[in-house]
Nanobody, 119 residues
Framework: QVQLVESGGGLVQAGGSLRLSCAAS????????MGWFRQAPGEEREFVAS????????SYADSVKGRFTISRDNAKNTVYLQLNSLKPEDTAVYYC????????????WGQGTQVTVSS
């Protein structure tokens, strides 16, 4: 059974930084693409960033390019999201997700971690 557990969220002032972590278990971590998504109140969940199984390929939403960085440590079964230069509009619940490299859809999700950016 795949489990994804996020941590690292919190309250931060605009311009500040946070580092989110997602610990994965119950899967062959290195065979999965990993992604971060977020959902603000009243909004649909949106893609934030993803990283390929090898860590060599990353993708970002335009709204976070240059400010957020996704990385992974396959030895620790963990994916990270470094959030810099945070803005109030980054306030959301951030979710970690896993996608087996042969599949098109993310099929495992974490419970989410709240990020709140005050102005």
């Amino acid at each position: 059974q795949v489990q994804l557990v996020e941590s690292g969220g919190g309250l931060v002032q605009a311009g500040g930084s946070l580092r989110l972590s997602c610990a994965a278990s119950g899967l062959t971590f290195s065979a999965y693409y990993m992604g971060w998504f977020r959902q603000a109140p009243g909004e649909e969940r949106e893609f934030v960033a993803s990283i390929a199984w090898s860590g060599g390929s990353t993708s970002y939403a335009d709204s976070v390019k240059g400010r957020f960085t996704i990385s992974r440590d396959n030895a620790k079964n963990t994916v990270y999201l470094q959030l810099n230069s945070l803005k109030p509009e980054d306030t959301a619940v951030y979710y970690c997700a896993a996608r087996f490299y042969l599949r098109r859809e993310y099929d495992a999700w974490g419970q989410g971690t709240q990020v709140t950016v005050s102005s």
